[in-house]
């Protein structure tokens, strides 16, 4: 992020938010541009306030100054959206980052995660007790964004998405109050919560249900590019039939030259899995002998503790890089998509740019798609072609290789996208197709709780839309 020298803010014009206990970073304050950049570094934008709350009263003061003044309102969970969705020009940002507490009961495996959180302090405060809640595969992405949009990671195919552990939600709504969403207390919005995005309040705090995982055996395979097609259908066919303990990632991978892989394979461009198995170590040899048979380049599978697999890539994905990205879901992997994957995916633009295919079968194909907002169950995966460079030079031709892949692939979707994964400039055709037959009751929902769109920095779900 370009660093701005920020005229200071005439004094009589700053904003102040009456009885607000945490910080308030104003356009001229020292910590300005660090409080304005997100995980995304292409992303450049310059709010009115930045309110680092403390609790959940700063929070309801906040949207109440925001929502008194007419001023848009931007919610900061780990500002991690590749758009760039936490932060917004001339916005009121919401900003939960140092409101990241989590507090494990262990005898009813409840977790309760601050609106602030990152998955690395959920895994921290969880693993202790050998639970974990599925989440993604960065640590330091944010719990509430994650979860708002459904959550899928290696423990999708065992125990569901991330909404599909989550129990109850504390939330400020549009006009400032304070409720608490479950099965029983407000529904409907417990319900669009699971999957509808920041559409409808600021959630202060979620309780998940813990799973069982303490060491998992995990790590990547990697195989000669050349072999993706044979791969990619090799691992499909793989995951159809194994049980859902185990689960595993397609993307192709840039080798780094670091002493953790043979000098030979340094640099070079290979099609990966990295695997993970939330059961007893003995099974995976018969697990994976389909895979091993194609005699990886390189097997670093082996036992792990979650957290060690959960913040594997941290190091290689520091904040502040470019990132531009392109989602879809995928019913079925075909022969024509699996010959779009072999040629873009034999030039990716750049080292770290990738397309990663996450299963999201087994359990989570188990949930009903009208149970929650998360509409694609009936998807095997969750899709990704991602542009990343520390370059901003690289910005422009990593996005056109990323629109082109997209392009060329998209037919063979299931339509719409993960919500999630979406940059901030898709449009309402793609939200209402991420939802499909959701979309008429999320706008209901939407209508009820945020009838002027207060929140609307976010894939949005307008009380406007009209619904056909
Ligand atoms: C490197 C990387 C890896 C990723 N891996 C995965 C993955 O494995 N699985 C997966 O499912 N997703 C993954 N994602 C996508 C991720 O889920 C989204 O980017 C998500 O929006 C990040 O949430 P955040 O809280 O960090 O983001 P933010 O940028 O802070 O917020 C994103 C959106 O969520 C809203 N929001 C955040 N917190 C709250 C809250 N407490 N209350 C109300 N609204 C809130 C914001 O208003 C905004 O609209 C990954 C992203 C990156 C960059």
Redesign the pocket.
Known sequence: MTTLEEPAAPTGLRIDIPGFRGELVAPGDPGYDDARS???GAIDRHPRIIARCVDTADVMAAVTLARTRGLTI?????????G????WDDAVVVD?SAMHSVHVDPAERLVRVE??A?WADVDHATHPFGLAVP????S???????T??????YLARQFG??IDCLLAAD?VLADGTLVTADADRHPDLFWALRGG??N?????S?VFRGQPVRDVVAGPMMFDIKRTGEVLRAYDRLLAETPDTLSGWFGFFEVPPAEDFPAELHRRTVAAIMWCYNGPAADVPALLAPMRALEPLLDGVGEMPWPALQSI?DPL?PAGMQ?YWRTDFVDELTDDAIAIHVDYGSRLPTPLSTMHL?PVDGAAQRVGADETAYAHRQARY?QVIVGVDPDPANLEPMTEWARAYHDALHPHSAGGG?V??MMDDEGPDRVRASYRENFERLIDVKRRYDPDNA?H???NLSPDEAVR
Do not use: D, E, K, P
């Open positions: 997100v995980y995304n931007a919610v900061r969970g780990g500002g991690h959206n590749a760039g969705l936490g932060v939960l609106g602030g990152v989440s993604g595969w960065v330091s992405t944010g719990v509430g964004g994650l708002l949009g459904g959550g899928i990671g998405l991330t939330l995005g920041g409808f309040g600021v959630v202060t979620f890539f994905l990132w996450y969750a993960y999630n994964m929140f920095v976010n894939q």
